[in-house]
């Protein structure tokens, strides 16, 4: 039976890197001309936030850290 005592951290942990890290790249896409709004940062932050939420059970289930962080 698989372990889901690592979920809760999973979905959680990511937000405030995945937060900082949407800014910033919204910030860049800024310098090139694009507006600044919520929505650019929103789209970002939740497609990082995603990916963190999908690798940290790989991670359970395979026993590793993944190669890519």
Do not use: N
Request: glycine share 10%; proline share 7%.
């Amino acid at each position: 039976m698989m372990r889901t005592d690592h979920l809760l951290p999973c979905i959680i942990d990511p937000i405030p890197s995945c937060a900082i890290w949407g800014g910033i790249f919204t910030l860049i896409d800024a310098t090139g001309g694009s507006p600044l709004s919520i929505r650019t940062w929103g789209k970002y932050t939740v497609g990082l936030w995603c990916y963190r939420a999908s690798i940290c059970p790989m991670e359970a289930i395979h026993g590793r850290r993944s190669v890519l962080q």
